[in-house]
């Protein structure tokens, strides 16, 4: 597993194991995009932005290491509200704050970015998408 997928994992169990957010998304967590079909409101995580480094250690071979990546963290609402989404991510930074597993020491957040909305047919969906950062072992 990558230190990436490691991170979308533990916002994953984290969220989707707390049933005041599995009321409010019923649709659940997804990486990247969700499959055709599933319920809304949902939430999409995807690895904004990471970088790795050398590193060299006396006595140790050199390695790479993996640097805090960006998340980003939206909920998408079909139809509804924006509050809808708004009280989906306010449950997700009282989740994600100070969380930790095993990979991830921590995850706060970092930014919002604007909501925007997307028109497919008669469908009116709407993103709103906050920035998270996660400190790894």
Do not use: C
């Not at 597993?1 to 169990?13: F, G, L, N, R």
């Not at 969220?15 to 999409?44: C, E, H, K, Q, S």
């Not at 028109?119 to 998408?129: K, L, N, S």
């Amino acid at each position: 597993m990558t230190p990436d997928q490691a991170v979308i994992e533990h916002i994953h169990d984290t969220l989707m194991g707390d049933a005041t957010f599995n009321a409010l998304a019923p649709g659940g967590v997804w990486d990247g995009v969700a499959p055709r079909g599933t319920a809304y409101p949902l939430v999409i995580v995807a690895l904004r932005s990471a970088t790795d480094r050398n590193v060299i250690r006396a006595g140790r071979s050199p390695s790479r290491q993996f640097t805090p990546g960006e998340y980003l963290v939206k909920a998408v609402v079909k139809g509804g509200a924006v509050s809808t989404a708004h009280d989906i991510l306010a449950r997700v930074y009282v989740l994600l704050t100070d969380s930790h597993s095993d990979y991830v020491r921590g995850i706060y957040r970092t930014g919002i970015v604007a909501h925007y909305d997307e028109v497919d047919g008669d469908a009116r969906y709407i993103h709103v998408p906050h920035l998270y950062r996660a400190i790894s072992q």
